[in-house]
């Protein structure tokens, strides 16, 4: 008898290692390479580069925060890529247009950030309603959005992939945001405020990083909104029914069609955001300014553990995902190697994602058959 009681404690306490292991390996990964990276390459461990890290992943972290929302109920966008090129582009050329016919430069920003914004909600709310009311499967219905997001992307920009001629008036506008920070550490000066100095040694120039660049501001007050929406909120437990069973939600009482309406919708918005902070940063507006972080926002959807078939997932995971791979693409950057292998690593972590959820899943039915 003792010694079955012994046996099955440390059945258990193994069944709880495999199951922090499951849950926490994106993070253990994440500590991984930033050690392994951080002794073999060199600059790695600096802040500037670890500034210059985050806000690249920006793009990235907007982008699988709607996805999440997506994934969660069981459904897919693929257009978000697209639909940050037309915020990028109309943002670009609303300022534009505005200051050229004699608009203030800050009023002009406002107006083309909103306008940016309003119009990038347009495909995710026609693709929720394709989805929710016409019943086209959302692989579907967001594929044909992508080409007609794109197509129109390229058509305001006459098929050109940079809006030029902005000003440099509105240049230097864009730039002191795009490209600020509240806060700037400094070489044998320690942290300045707001303004970025200027005129200083190469050598002092090198090691300035921005603490608290505004993009990353951006970004973590979306976090924080759309993370308290998803764990804490009605909204985000009527999505997490959806996907985990859509006409047990429904029979609820859940609306599930306006439901779904707003989760493409809100998808769009992150994506909008994430094409301003573009524009922005680059002063310019790109069609294609997300072609490629379209699949890495899928990425790190999964890489941050939410399931591909629904009713699971986090805001804080879809991060870590989009840390790991732009983590992965900075670190072999820095070490020098082919950047055709980085295509390779992160399809090696997704598949290595994949199987790790499937093990938590296998591992979660064997607790409750136990």
């Not at 210059?52 to 978000?80: E, F, K």
């Not at 959302?138 to 902005?166: E, N, P």
Request: aromatic content about 8%; charged content about 10%.
């Amino acid at each position: 008898m003792a010694a079955s009681t012994i046996s099955g404690k440390r059945s258990l306490s193994r069944d709880q290692i495999l199951d922090f292991l499951a849950r926490s390996w994106a993070y253990i990964f994440l500590l991984g390479m930033v050690i392994f990276f951080g002794l073999t390459g060199r600059g790695f461990l600096t802040l500037a580069n670890f500034s210059t890290l985050l806000v690249t992943s920006t793009m990235v972290a907007l982008m699988a925060i709607g996805q999440t929302y997506v994934v969660i109920t069981s459904g897919i966008d693929l257009s978000i890529g697209w639909t940050v090129g037309l915020s990028s582009v109309i943002c670009a050329r609303a300022m534009r247009d505005l200051v050229a016919g004699g608009m203030d430069i800050g009023l002009a920003m406002v107006i083309g950030v909103v306008l940016a914004l309003v119009i990038s909600l347009i495909p995710g709310f026609i693709n929720g309603v394709l989805i929710a009311r016409i019943k086209v499967p959302a692989f579907i219905a967001t594929l044909g959005m992508f080409g007609i997001v794109r197509g129109a992307a390229f058509l305001l920009t006459d098929g050109q992939q940079i809006v030029g001629g902005l000003p440099n008036n509105l240049q230097d506008a864009l730039r002191s945001f795009g490209s600020g920070s509240l806060l700037w550490w400094v070489p044998d000066q320690g942290i300045v405020f707001l303004t970025r100095p200027t005129g200083l040694p190469p050598e002092i120039t090198r090691g300035i990083a921005g603490l608290l660049p505004f993009p990353l501001i951006v970004t973590i007050l979306v976090i924080v909104v759309f993370g308290f929406i998803l764990g804490r909120m009605q909204f985000g437990r009527h999505t997490y029914a959806i996907g985990g069973n859509q006409e047990a939600a429904l029979r609820s009482g859940i609306n599930v069609k306006n439901h779904l309406i707003w989760i493409y919708v809100l998808a769009a918005l992150t994506a909008g955001i994430a094409g301003v902070l573009h524009t922005f940063r680059f002063t310019a507006g790109v069609p294609n300014a997300a072609e490629a972080a379209l699949l890495q926002s899928v990425a790190a959807v999964v890489i941050g553990g939410t399931n591909l078939f629904g009713g699971e997932g986090t805001i804080r995971g879809a991060v870590i995902g989009a840390l790991i791979i732009n983590v992965l693409s900075n670190g072999l950057v820095i070490l020098n190697v082919n950047p055709i292998w980085q295509f390779v690593v992160v399809g090696v972590v997704i598949i290595v994602a994949v199987l790790v959820n499937q093990a938590q899943a296998a591992l979660e039915r064997l607790k409750v058959n136990a």
